[in-house]
């Protein structure tokens, strides 16, 4: 069965430095999103991405964050000057039209 | 503000019982409700989703979807040690695609 693949599966970097996550979605998916879910809270939507644009954001999607298809099989979420707060697990997710998410194993992003 | 309310339990059933999972939704224009499972440090797997009034069923599980008490629920029949998560439910509405998640309920099904 097709897979949303995420790497690195954990990254540690020292605050304030810039980080990359990368997801390959599942091919014939046409719409992607990064949610995020803090240590014992709720899955929270960050971003969504479709037709090579943004489609849909949420508060917690500000200026420190930016979203990339650099090429025709992968998305990305770059996070800038990263924070303490921004420790979380970051999943991929991807869908058909209309059609539920599926998402990928999530980065564990440990902020130093 | 939509929310999205479970029980955070844990719940703790038997093996071989029903796990009754319990979710209400604060947004009376919500359309398509989800359920997943989630493992503990896992990513939320999709178990079943449900669009209208009544329930649907898929081998042990069935969705249950009241609008009218603004009410969704998840039945797992014959509970396995191995159905012991987090159970997330999620909604859509006002025409958006993005799912709204609950804190999620934590199943224990105990030999």
């Known amino acids: 069965e097709p897979e949303v693949t995420q790497t690195p599966s954990h990254q540690v970097t020292q605050m304030g430095q810039e980080v990359i996550l990368r997801c390959v979605p599942i091919s014939n998916h046409l719409y992607f999103y990064w949610y995020r879910q803090i240590l014992g809270q709720k899955v929270e939507f960050l971003v969504s991405f479709y037709n090579n644009e943004i489609s849909e954001k949420s508060e917690i999607f500000d200026d420190q964050f930016s979203v990339e298809r650099p090429d025709g099989s992968n998305f990305t979420l770059k996070i800038r000057s990263t924070k303490l707060e921004d420790s979380a697990m970051y999943f991929c997710?991807?869908?058909?039209?209309?059609?539920?998410?599926?998402f990928g194993d999530g980065t564990r992003l440990s902020i130093l | 503000q939509k929310e999205v309310e479970q029980n955070s339990g844990p719940l703790s059933v038997p093996e071989g019982a029903i796990a009754s999972l319990n979710c209400t939704y604060s947004?009376?224009?919500?359309?398509?409700f989800f359920w997943y499972r989630q493992y503990s440090g896992k990513s939320p797997e999709l178990i079943m989703f449900?669009?209208?009034?009544g329930d649907k069923e898929d081998g042990r599980f069935t969705a249950q979807l009241n609008k009218a008490s603004q009410y969704v629920s998840l039945l797992i029949r014959d509970s396995q040690p191995s159905d012991s998560a987090t159970y997330l439910c999620a909604a859509t509405s006002g025409g958006s695609y993005i799912p709204t998640f609950g804190r999620g309920t934590s199943l224990i099904v105990h030999p």
């Open positions: 449900i669009y209208s009034n």
């Open positions: 947004d009376r224009g919500s359309q398509s």
């Open positions: 997710a991807s869908s058909e039209v209309n059609q539920p998410q599926h």
